[in-house]
């Protein structure tokens, strides 16, 4: 069966950095576009970013657009978020998604931003 993992999250300061993974299984994972969504506390979950499934197209949000950058291991499995220049407004729980007939979502990942 489909399986995402994510990890890689913490607490880290204001500029600080992190890199999130998701460890994808039961799927040809080079197949298929991957996608980070982030869901802060009483906000609507948003998507991030996503990268096509060979890695030659990626998309950002306003928000994280010079701050993030999205890539893949197809050989590995594994899709990541490299996120620099963190801010508190960056705060959430970040998750993969791929869709292939319907949504398969990770459990999640808890990135904090605070000094």
């Known amino acids: 069966q489909v399986q995402l993992v994510e990890s890689g999250g913490g607490l880290v300061q204001p500029g600080g950095s992190l890199r999130l993974s998701c460890a994808a299984s039961?799927?040809?994972?080079?197949?298929?576009?991957m996608n980070w969504y982030r869901q802060a506390p009483g906000k609507e979950r948003e998507l991030v970013a996503f990268i096509t499934s060979n890695g030659a197209s990626t998309n950002y949000a306003d928000s994280v657009k010079g701050r993030f950058t999205i890539s893949r291991d197809n050989a590995k499995n594994t899709v990541y978020l490299q996120m620099n220049n963190l801010k508190p407004e960056d705060t959430a729980v970040y998750y993969c998604?791929?869709?292939?007939?319907?949504?398969?979502w990770g459990q999640g990942t808890q990135v904090t931003v605070s000094s």
């Open positions: 039961g799927f040809t994972f080079s197949s298929r576009t």
């Open positions: 998604k791929m869709w292939y007939l319907k949504e398969y």
